[in-house]
T-cell receptor
Framework: DTGVSQDPRHKITKRGQNVTFRCDPI?????LYWYRQTLGQGPEFLTY????????KSRLLSDRFSAERPKGSFSTLEIQRTEQGDSAMYLC?????????????FGQGTRLTVV | DQQVKQNSPSLSVQEGRISILNCDYT??????FLWYKKYPAEGPTFLIS?????DKNEDGRFTVFLNKSAKHLSLHIVPSQPGDSAVYFC???????????FGTGTRLKVLA
């Protein structure tokens, strides 16, 4: 098991462009989360999936953001019409309901820079 | 409204001594707490957690203490090592919600 994998690691895009990030969770984990981290802040919750169902979305997730987890495996996070304020580290994490301890394991993140 | 607060943005400790990182929370519904360590350009790495039914949890050099009445938890690292230098985040959650609320982090520097 290689842990949570995110692709790409870095993305520079022009304002107004669309971007898509991918997350591959730990294989036996049925929960998947997206967080966003900006400089000097802790990670902020964006959304959460259990299997393929998106169960919660933060108010931070505007209508320009959409996340999917088809078939309950990998997940994608798409940002449409990017704005400079979207520049951040986007973190994916996964956890399992099958364990008593419910800590989430994070990937290395995708750093987005909107110019 | 910052529900999880880490009031010390940075801390320096000599190698071999104890590092104590503090975290306060305001939401009395939180019942599960975690500490993560983060190196630059990497995602957070899980360190240790504690449920609200306990007041202490230990794992090797790392011990987390929970004081529910004060809504305060702390992470003790003994002995501190230069490789412990990183940003430490405290996080809290409410059972059944599955999302974590993170503090703003404390940057620990362990001096050799």
């Amino acid at each position: 098991d290689t842990g949570v994998s995110q692709d790409p690691r870095h993305k520079i895009t022009k304002r107004g462009q669309n971007v898509t990030f991918r997350c591959d969770p730990i294989s036996e984990h049925n929960r998947l989360y997206w967080y966003r981290q900006t400089l000097g802040q802790g990670p902020e919750f964006l959304t959460y999936f259990q299997n393929e169902a998106q169960l919660e979305k933060s108010r931070l997730l505007s209508d320009r953001f959409s996340a999917e987890r088809p078939k309950g495996s990998f997940s994608t996070l798409e940002i449409q019409r990017t704005e400079q304020g979207d520049s951040a580290m986007y973190l994916c994490a996964s956890s399992s309901t099958r364990r008593h301890i419910t800590e989430a394991f994070f990937g290395q993140g995708t750093r987005l820079t909107v110019v | 409204d910052q529900q999880v607060k880490q009031n010390s943005p940075s801390l320096s400790v000599q190698e071999g001594r104890i590092s104590i990182l503090n975290c306060d929370y305001t939401n009395s519904m939180f019942d599960y707490f975690l500490w993560y360590k983060k190196y630059p350009a990497e995602g957070p790495t899980f360190l240790i957690s504690i449920s609200s039914i306990k007041d202490k949890n230990e794992d090797g050099r790392f011990t987390v203490f929970l004081n529910k009445s004060a809504k305060h938890l702390s992470l003790h690292i003994v002995p501190s090592q230069p490789g412990d230098s990183a940003v430490y985040f405290c996080a809290a959650s409410v059972s059944g919600t599955y999302k974590y609320i993170f503090g703003t982090g404390t940057r620990l520097k362990v001096l050799a």
